[in-house]
T-cell receptor, first 115, second 112 residues
Framework: DAGVIQSPRHEVTEMGQEVTLRCKPISGHDYLFWYRQTMMRGLELLIYFNNNVPIDDSGMPEDRFSAKMPNASFSTLKIQPSEPRDSAVYFC?????????????FGQGTRLTVV | GESVGLHLPTLSVQEGDNSIINCAYSNSASDYFIWYKQESGKGPQFIIDIRSNMDKRQGQRVTVLLNKTVKHLSLQIAATQPGDSAVYFCAGFLTGGFKTIFGAGTRLFVKA
């Protein structure tokens, strides 16, 4: 398996533009997580899905952020409109949780710069 | 609120020495912890985990110690190698949920 695949790896956009980040989880995994990483706040959980259903979106900072998971192999995180303070590395992670809790497998991340 | 934080932001060790990275947590409801390693330009990668009913767990060259009394856990790396240079995060899971609280991270430098 190629692991969790995120695209693009880097995104530079102007303030006010819409940004869409994409994630392909590991096949068979039933949980998908979106994280944001900044120097100031570290790794923050934004939202997670179980079997394509959003379970907890309490970490989503504002209504400008939205996430979808139309099927088991694809998820998007959208920011509209984007602002400079959204600049961060966004990680997608997936896990398989049959019994107990297991670790999440992270993608390489998308480095977003909003100018 | 809940928080999982680190005592030291950076740690520098000589190659071959043992490393100890510390982490404190504030929520006593956390019942499961994971240590992650993040290399430059990559996502965090699982190292080792421990449940709250344990106080020690060993892996290959790594040991995690959990002290629930003082809400502290540590990651010990034996015979530290240059490839161990990275940022290390502790992460805690709150009871009954999958919401992970990450610490700020400690950057480990290994001097050759």
């Amino acid at each position: 398996d190629a692991g969790v695949i995120q695209s693009p790896r880097h995104e530079v956009t102007e303030m006010g533009q819409e940004v869409t980040l994409r994630c392909k989880p590991i096949s068979g995994h039933d949980y998908l997580f979106w994280y944001r990483q900044t120097m100031m706040r570290g790794l923050e959980l934004l939202i997670y899905f179980n079997n394509n259903v959003p379970i907890d979106d309490s970490g989503m900072p504002e209504d400008r952020f939205s996430a979808k998971m139309p099927n088991a192999s694809f998820s998007t995180l959208k920011i509209q409109p984007s602002e400079p303070r959204d600049s961060a590395v966004y990680f997608c992670a997936s896990s398989l949780r049959t019994t107990g809790i297991t670790e999440a497998f992270f993608g390489q991340g998308t480095r977003l710069t909003v100018v | 609120g809940e928080s999982v934080g680190l005592h030291l932001p950076t740690l520098s060790v000589q190659e071959g020495d043992n490393s100890i990275i510390n982490c404190a947590y504030s929520n006593s409801a956390s019942d499961y912890f994971i240590w992650y390693k993040q290399e430059s330009g990559k996502g965090p990668q699982f190292i080792i985990d421990i449940r709250s009913n344990m106080d020690k767990r060993q892996g290959q060259r790594v040991t995690v110690l959990l002290n629930k009394t003082v809400k502290h856990l540590s990651l010990q790396i034996a015979a530290t190698q240059p490839g161990d240079s990275a940022v290390y995060f502790c992460a805690g899971f709150l009871t009954g949920g999958f919401k992970t609280i990450f610490g700020a991270g400690t950057r480990l430098f290994v001097k050759a």
